[in-house]
């Protein structure tokens, strides 16, 4: 049992190498069928010892009845050249054996043996490196090779390193029957121990075995398979993981990039597959879930995608964007169009913001009702007409409704008297004029309408077009008017620069002569009651007439003051009040009354030629 020695030393050899590469299997790792392919294909010299290639070699009985132990050789000599060494009676072994039987010392005999062993050895060498190029039929001649040495000549030093060498061979070969059972099994050697371990190891003790480059191929070409499942997750981190496993296993460069760019690819498509879903989306925010699901979308493109794909921060600019103004975008402009034909008022998107209203505490000239100045925060866009509401647009509900105001049905309103330079009561006057009580031209803010006026109309529009069309809040009002300043005046501290809007200047003079007892010094417009909306440059939200033309009806109620006043922008409206807000400078107002915190109240059913409206719309 000398060779089981030397095979136990080898699989004690094959076992400190794996522990060396890094990757130890041990005994108690291998399971039955995988021990017991071990140990199949491990050539030994007992009789009793059963082999996968059936190698217990019986040497064919060659006599030499009527043959001379020199002819007999000089056949066998023959036989080898023509490399004819064991098949047969008549070949070299066969012969070299029956001579010596009759003679055991028979130098010829011997030297033939030894020279038949050699070209064995060498053939069984060339079957072993022909099975590593996975040559059919190599093993079982190595082996074939390998039974005939051991009763050849057993104990010759030669034949012992040969069969040590096939020892070795068919050790790394049950390695390969284990890599293919683990790369069958998803055994695959990430973590250690599996295919890529065993087929690794085959090659660093038999390198260019072309059944381990296959199963590393193999190997390799599985862990890319799992990274496109990861892929398809979305699961770029565990597609970099295996993907890194794969390159260890086989790191063809063709393959591995090929790989990367098509998971790339991939990771883009899926990018944009959900940027379009997003935008998608986006087209209707007011739809329930949809900046939820568009968020949702939003966190899954920045963990798939790479740093610099735009379409993340573009993604993120439009979520943000429909949060804050719905389908819109700030400093927008647009017009909706009326089921009755025409259009609703041009209105400009306010970018949402944070203020101070009120009077600053150290500011001259305010009232109580202008104080705590208190912060508002506007955390939703809104939109507010860019002008008042012109008399042609007022026009246009009562020609679709037939809508009377409370001037018309009380028969008179508050008019400016050229004559007495006072403003007076006139009979007959309604919408449809002037300050003066003359008819109105189309581009003129409309006046003499009371609040519940102004509500009738936008109630209409709130009809015609579908949409959250109101008055604007006085918070909204300051905030636009302020449009990002925090001075005394909108325009800043001092004197109105040119252009600031229709006021009242020291150089305005009525068509009679008349003059401001109280205007602003060196200022005029060349107006003596409203001009045609937007003649003036708008604010920095694009925004006219806010500081002057025409004061302005707002949605809250009349409070003395800011205390309990909402913060977020609401209305501060209370059911059933009788005295409503006025809020911005008019052509017939002092200088103070221009003021950016200036406020002031008038019974909501009042008209006059001094208050117009505009309207506001949520987003």
Not at 210 to 222: E, P, Y
Not at 226 to 236: K, M
Not at 330 to 337: D, N, V
Not at 552 to 570: F, L, M, T
């Amino acid at each position: 049992m000398q060779r089981m020695t030397t095979a136990t030393g080898w699989w004690a050899i094959l076992l400190a190498g794996l522990v060396l590469a890094g990757c130890a299997r041990t005994p108690s790792q291998v399971d039955a069928d995988s021990a017991e392919a071990l140990r199949r294909g491990i050539v030994t010299v007992g009789g009793d010892e059963h082999s996968h290639y059936n190698l217990n070699w019986t040497p064919p009985v060659a006599t030499l009845d009527g043959t001379t132990v020199a002819d007999a050789l000089r056949m066998a000599g023959r036989q080898l050249q023509r490399d004819r060494l064991y098949q047969d009676a008549g070949s070299t072994l066969p012969l070299v054996f029956a001579v010596l039987r009759i003679d055991p010392a028979n130098a010829t005999a011997l030297e033939l043996r030894q020279r038949a062993i050699h070209r064995l050895i060498a053939r069984g060498d060339a079957a072993i490196r022909d099975n590593a190029s996975d040559w059919p039929g190599a093993a079982a001649e190595a082996h074939q090779v390998a039974a005939v040495l051991r009763v050849a000549n057993a104990n010759d030093p030669d034949i012992q390193r040969y069969l040590g060498r096939l020892d070795a061979s068919d050790g790394l070969d049950a390695l390969l029957l284990l890599g293919e059972r683990d790369l069958a099994e998803g055994r695959w050697g990430e973590i250690g121990v599996g295919a890529r371990t065993d087929f690794g190891e085959v090659l660093r003790n038999r390198p260019g075995d072309v059944r381990a480059i296959a199963g590393l191929q193999r190997t390799r070409d599985a862990m890319i398979a799992r990274a496109q499942v990861a892929a398809d997750a979305h699961d770029y981190a565990n597609v970099v993981t295996w993907m890194h496993h794969a390159q260890a296993a086989d790191g063809d460069p063709r393959v591995i990039a090929a790989a990367w760019r098509r998971f790339e690819q991939q990771r883009v498509q899926q990018v944009q597959s959900m940027y379009v879903d997003a935008r998608i989306r986006l087209q209707d925010p007011s739809q329930r879930g949809a900046i939820d699901a568009a968020r949702a979308l939003l966190l899954e493109m920045r963990r798939v995608a790479v740093t610099d794909d735009g379409s993340v921060a573009d993604l993120a600019r439009r979520i943000d964007l429909a949060t804050h103004y719905g389908q819109f975008a700030p400093g927008q402009e647009f017009s909706e169009a009326l089921r009755v034909g025409g259009t609703a008022p041009l209105m400009r998107v306010v970018p949402i913001g944070s203020f101070m209203m009120g009077a600053d505490p150290h500011e001259p000239g305010p009232s109580k009702a202008e104080s705590p100045a208190h912060r508002v925060t506007f955390m939703r866009g809104f939109a507010l007409g860019e002008t008042e509401v012109r008399v042609d647009d007022y026009a246009r509900f009562v020609a679709a409704t037939g809508y009377r105001t409370r001037a018309e049905r009380r028969g008179n309103s508050i008019v400016y008297d050229e004559r007495s330079g006072n403003f007076a009561r006139r009979s007959g006057v309604s919408w449809r004029d002037d300050y003066t009580g003359r008819p109105a031209r189309g581009d003129l803010p409309v006046l003499h309408l009371d609040v519940r006026d102004a509500e009738a109309y936008i109630d209409w529009l709130r009809t015609q077009t579908g949409r959250a069309y109101h008055l604007p809040t006085e918070a909204e009002f300051e905030y636009a008017l302020r449009a990002g300043g925090a001075g005394k005046f909108p325009w800043g501290d001092g004197a109105p620069p040119h252009g600031a809007g229709n006021l009242t200047g020291a150089l305005d003079v009525s068509p009679s002569g008349h003059r401001w007892a109280n205007a602003f010094r060196g200022y005029g417009d060349g107006y003596w009651g409203p001009a045609p909306v937007a003649r003036d440059a708008a604010n920095a939200f694009g925004l006219h007439d806010l500081a002057g033309n025409v004061s302005e009806w707002v949605a809250d109620c009349w409070h003395q003051g800011y205390r309990r006043a909402p913060a977020d922008g609401a209305a501060w409206f209370n059911p059933g009040c009788r005295s409503r807000v006025v809020r911005g400078g008019s052509w017939a107002g002092a200088p103070d009354q221009v003021r950016s915190s200036w406020r002031v109240a008038q019974a909501g059913d009042i008209t006059n030629a001094r208050t117009g409206f505009r309207v506001a719309r949520d987003l």
